[in-house]
């Protein structure tokens, strides 16, 4: 079984910035697209970002593009959310999840889903 586990989240006041952590265990990275996904308070959750298992394609949301970079390290065995910009409407629940599919932005096909780090952006 592969296992996610979420790491990075805090407080942050608007316009600072923020580096998530996706680390796996249980299963070698490199055969997995790995998405974002967040959810804030009472809203469905929605795709953040995408990044296919060579690392050479990724995909945004339409909203987080500019703002968000997503990377990934094979050999750490851990993906990466770079959050830059942050507004008030960026404040939820982040999850990694991994699945042996296309870089897509839904979340039926994702097979392993981390716990999720809180985010919070407020003054």
């Known amino acids: 079984q592969l296992q996610l586990v979420e790491s990075g989240g805090g407080l942050v006041q608007p316009g600072g910035s923020l580096r998530l952590s996706c680390t796996t265990s249980?299963?070698?990275?490199?055969?997995?697209?790995i998405a974002w996904f967040r959810q804030a308070p009472g809203r469905e959750r929605e795709g953040v970002s995408c990044?296919?298992?060579?690392?050479?394609?990724?995909n945004y949301a339409d909203s987080m593009k500019g703002r968000f970079t997503i990377s990934r390290d094979n050999v750490k065995n851990t993906v990466y959310l770079q959050l830059n910009n942050l507004k008030p409407e960026d404040t939820g629940v982040y999850y990694c999840a991994a699945g042996p599919i296309q870089c897509v932005l839904y979340e039926s096909p994702y097979q392993y889903w981390g716990q999720g780090t809180q985010v919070t952006v407020s003054a």
């Open positions: 990044i296919t298992s060579s690392g050479g394609h990724a």
């Open positions: 249980g299963l070698t990275l490199d055969d997995y697209t």
